[in-house]
């Protein structure tokens, strides 16, 4: 463990800490669930202390709610559903996002109460993929769309390792 010296860094800014910090929270939450992710791995993952966490989140929940808000603006994109790019995401910020979320849906009925967002996610999909689909398709189709979406969302947190965890948070 590298000691850190007390006080900001030199040349330090603000928001892009808190960027970094969103960063490595989706990576962590993807990785661990909301359930067992500590704020002490993301403040780890970024190179900071916990009370550098707590200055910009208050908690372990605002944090969480801020990672998803950020992993659904990345992922939930209407030019990438239904193309390889949204299903079989290969790397970065949109594998990790697409994690997170699949991770949420998974454990939805828990963290709602944490994370009412989540919620929607679903019903947002199930919008978004109807209207890529166009009016002549029906519900089988949509449905199909979404848990082709949904499942290899699930199956990408999954298949998450901590090596995709260690990767500089920097290079997102």
């Known amino acids: 463990m590298i000691k850190r010296a007390v006080g900001r860094p030199p040349g330090s800014n603000t928001d892009a800490r808190r960027e970094m910090i969103i960063t490595a929270a989706i990576r962590v939450f993807a990785y661990r ?7 002490q791995e993301v403040a780890d993952l970024v190179g900071i202390t ?53 991770t949420s849906l998974a454990h939805s009925h828990r963290i709602a109460d944490v994370a009412p967002r989540i919620t929607g996610v679903s019903a947002d999909l199930r919008r978004m993929c109807a209207q890529t689909l166009g009016p002549h398709d029906d519900a089988d189709q949509v449905d199909e769309l979404v848990a082709t979406i949904v499942g290899r969302w699930v199956l990408t947190a999954y298949a998450l390792t901590w090596i995709d965890l260690q990767m500089d948070v920097d290079m997102l």
């Open 33 to 39: 669930g909301y359930d067992a992710a500590t704020v």
């Open 50 to 102: 916990r009370p550098a966490i707590h200055h910009h989140f208050p908690g372990k929940a605002p944090l969480y709610r801020a990672a998803l808000e950020r992993a659904y603006d990345i992922a939930m994109t209407p030019a990438g559903i239904g193309s390889e790019r949204f299903t079989g995401p290969d790397h970065g910020g949109l594998r990790m996002a697409c994690a997170l979320l699949g």
